[in-house]
């Protein structure tokens, strides 16, 4: 791929600064993630996605979604999210239900199991987040990184329609 500047159209490369913020953003996010995965492997045998999909599902009314509303939460798109709820059911922790309403919709039901699961998995998780993040930041930097990523998100999830948004694939 041609990095270069095309001479006929200008292009705003990022400055040096925004080169190094964009990178310590990439590296801490990878870094971060990693942590976080090994983690609950470690304790729960799960990755990550999962534990979030678990979460979600408890945080919901009678701890359960339909799949298309889980994969919006998730921000995930419908096929990677058929696929972790395919490996959920398997270890026993989420159950599928048709929707009456809708013969094609389907409901992800989190089973008593993994709410067991994600019961004891919790407070190892909690403490390595607290640990790789809220614990380096004061509560000032806190709060801007929570705005930060809260206008970020808003960025690049348009309400318009026709919208590329993952769980929309």
Known sequence: MNTAPDSAAPH??????EQRVWRAYLHATTL??????????RDAGMPHIYYGL????????????RMTELAMKAKITRSRLSHAVARLEKNGWVRRENCPSDKRGQFAVLTEEG???????????V?????ALFDRLSPEQQKA???IMEIVTEGLQPDEEGADLP???
Do not use: I, M, N, S
Request: proline fraction near 6%.
């Open 12 to 17: 705003r490369w990022l400055t040096p600064e």
């Open 145 to 147: 990184l929570g705005e």
């Open 32 to 41: 971060l993630e990693d942590h976080l995965d090994r983690q609950l492997q």
């Open 127 to 131: 403490t390595a987040v607290r640990q």
């Open 167 to 169: 769980w929309l694939r």
């Open 115 to 125: 709410a067991a699961v994600l019961g004891r998995t919790a407070p190892g998780h």
């Open 54 to 65: 678990l979460v979600t599902l408890a945080e919901a009314p009678k701890r359960r979604l």
